[in-house]
C-alpha cells in the first residue's frame, strides 16, 4: 500500500502540531514548513516526518523549500495551509505597510505559491487528493481590531475557490473556519470570559475540533470549494 503524504505549514505549534501529530498516528508520512522547528516537532517520529526549515517571509526561501520537497517527493495527498500571523492592527501602527506586507506573504502568498508549484505532485495519485486553507470566521464577518488580518484571511478563502475551479476534478480544495478553539497564551482571563459569552457553546473546542473537521473533508468524497465553520456558533452572536 502507498504511503499518504501530506504537507502542512506553520507545524511547530498550535494547529499544524497537532495535525502533525495526527497525521504521523494514522500512518501518514508528513512534510512539515516550520521557520525553525520547535522541541515537540523534535519528539515526534522522525522515520515518517520531513522537516523543512524556511522563512516564509523569504521568497528565495519559500523557492528553496518547495525545490526540496520536489527533490524528496514524487507526489502529495493533503496540502494544510495553517500558516499565520494573528496580531492587531494597533500593535504594528508603527509599522503598518510591513505588517501589511507580512500578512500578504502568509496568508495569500504562501499558499497561491505553494497550490501553484506543488499541484502536479497533487495529480500524479490515482485517488482524489486534497488541499485545506484555514481562514477564520472574521473573513465573513471581520473584527475592525484585526481589519488586516481579517482582509488577507479573506483573500486565502478567496484564493480556494479560485483554485478548486482550477484543479477540479483530481483535486477538492475546501476552506475550515475556526472560532475560538484554543486561547493564545496572551488572552487575559477577561478576554477569554466575554469571547465564551459571546459564544452559543460558551466553551473553547479544542484543536479536536478542527481535526474532525479536517478529517470530514478529507473522507467525503464530493466536497470542494466548500467552507466549513467550526467555532461553536460565535459568528451568530
Same mark, same amino acid.
Not at 124 to 136: G, K, L, P, Y
Given at each position: ?33 516550520? #521557520?525553525?522547528?520547535?522541541?515537540? $516537532?523534535?519528539? $515526534?517520529?522522525? #522515520?515518517?516526518?520531513? /522537516? ?33 500571523? +494573528? ?12 505588517? +501589511? ?8 502568498? $504562501?499558499?497561491? #505559491?505553494?497550490?501553484? /508549484? ?27 481590531? +484585526? ?24 483535486? #477538492? ?62 459568528? $451568530?452572536?
Amino acid at each position: 500500500m502507498v504511503q499518504s503524504v501530506a504537507l502542512i505549514t506553520g507545524a511547530s505549534q498550535r494547529l499544524g502540531l497537532h495535525m502533525t501529530r495526527s497525521l504521523l498516528a494514522k500512518g501518514w508520512q508528513v512534510v512539515v514548513f516550520t #521557520r525553525s522547528g520547535s522541541p515537540e $516537532l523534535e519528539q $515526534l517520529d522522525q #522515520r515518517n516526518l520531513t /522537516q523543512i526549515n524556511c522563512n516564509a517571509l523569504d521568497d528565495e526561501s519559500m523557492d528553496g523549500a518547495i525545490q526540496a520537497v520536489r527533490a524528496q517527493f514524487t507526489r502529495l495527498d493533503f496540502i494544510l495551509h495553517n500558516a499565520s500571523i +494573528y496580531e492587531k492592527d494597533e500593535q504594528h501602527k508603527d509599522d503598518f505597510m510591513s505588517f +501589511y506586507d507580512a500578512l500578504y506573504q502568509i496568508h495569500m502568498k $504562501l499558499p497561491a #505559491r505553494i497550490n501553484t /508549484q506543488l499541484s502536479d505532485l497533487l495529480q500524479t495519485s490515482e485517488v482524489q487528493t486534497n488541499i485545506i486553507h484555514v481562514t477564520d470566521i472574521y473573513v465573513d464577518n471581520p473584527n475592525p481590531d +484585526y481589519a488586516l488580518y481579517c482582509s488577507t484571511k479573506a483573500a486565502s478563502e478567496n484564493l480556494m475557490i479560485s483554485f478548486a475551479k482550477r484543479l477540479a476534478p483530481s483535486v #477538492r480544495v475546501n476552506a475550515i473556519q475556526p472560532g475560538p478553539v484554543k486561547f493564545l497564551a496572551g488572552h487575559s482571563a477577561e478576554e477569554q470570559e466575554k469571547v465564551l459569552s459571546e459564544t452559543m457553546l460558551a466553551t473553547e473546542g479544542g484543536f479536536e475540533a478542527l481535526e474532525k473537521a479536517i478529517y470530514s473533508i478529507l473522507d467525503n468524497h464530493y466536497m470542494t470549494a466548500s467552507v466549513v465553520r467550526v467555532d461553536g456558533g460565535r459568528l $451568530l452572536c
